[in-house]
């Protein structure tokens, strides 16, 4: 078997894992030490709940996030995985969603003008993305001046714990398993040095294994333009 009909496979079924995760009720989900949320629902709604305008999502999957936006927003999705693109049509419709464009770019290369969206959404991709910092400077010159970036995101442990022995220890096979997917990145430091005028975010755990550090909030881009 040749390796890009195996990536295909993997990714076809990649796409229909991450559909039947659609099911699954994020209310049952617990938020530890999280100071203003107590499920991953209520900090989904919170996050994402007020949303206006354009909203550019970064790999959306099979949709997971759709049920906790306002039904009238204008609401694109990024993602590579063209096998999830039915899956994202059908749970859009599901979920009452009109305005929805979808398009097979990248975090690195997004496929809009500059200055030109609301808001964009991250949850659970800067992990996987190949190069951070780049993906950053995408999602600020695609924002609007004073634009919102909004992430939730797994992230590394603290130094010399043992999920974070387990993370470095495991990264090889889990990028295989999860599609590039990095268990123990400094995703926070990015976001403080990639020129935001604001970034606002809550450190919490989930409990699950390896990935259950997570940092959720907010990054504004400024109102005005150099």
């Known amino acids: 078997m040749k390796f890009s009909n195996l990536s295909q496979i993997q990714k076809r079924l990649f796409a229909w894992g991450m559909s039947k995760a659609n099911a699954a009720d994020g209310s049952a989900i617990e938020l530890i030490n999280c100071p203003d949320y107590s499920t991953l629902a209520e900090l989904k709604q919170g996050l994402l709940g007020s949303l206006e305008g354009k909203v550019l999502e970064i790999g959306p999957g099979a949709g997971s996030n759709l049920s906790y936006y306002p ?14 693109h039915q899956y994202l049509e059908q749970e859009a419709d599901s979920q009452g969603l009109k305005k929805i464009r979808l398009s097979p770019g990248s975090a690195e290369k997004l496929p809009v003008e500059n200055n030109s969206i609301d808001s964009v959404v991250s949850t659970h991709v800067l992990c996987s993305v190949s190069n951070i910092d780049h993906s950053l400077q995408e ?24 999920t974070r022995r387990t993370q470095d220890s495991i990264e090889p096979l889990w990028k295989v398993l999860f599609d590039n997917c990095h268990p123990n990145r400094n995703t926070w430091n990015a976001l403080e040095n990639a020129g935001f005028e604001s970034v606002n975010y809550q450190q919490f755990s989930l409990s699950i294994p390896i990935v259950s550090p997570h940092i959720a909030g907010v990054a504004k881009k400024a109102k005005t333009l150099d």
């Not at 600020?140 to 043992?162: D, M, N, Q, Y």
Request: net charge positive; hydrophobic share 45%.
């Open 139 to 162: 999602i600020k010159r695609i924002l609007k001046p004073g634009g919102s970036f909004i992430f939730l995101e797994h992230v590394a442990a603290k130094c010399c714990t043992w």
């Open 71 to 84: 039904k009238d927003i204008d609401w694109i999705g990024v993602e590579p995985n063209l096998f999830m």
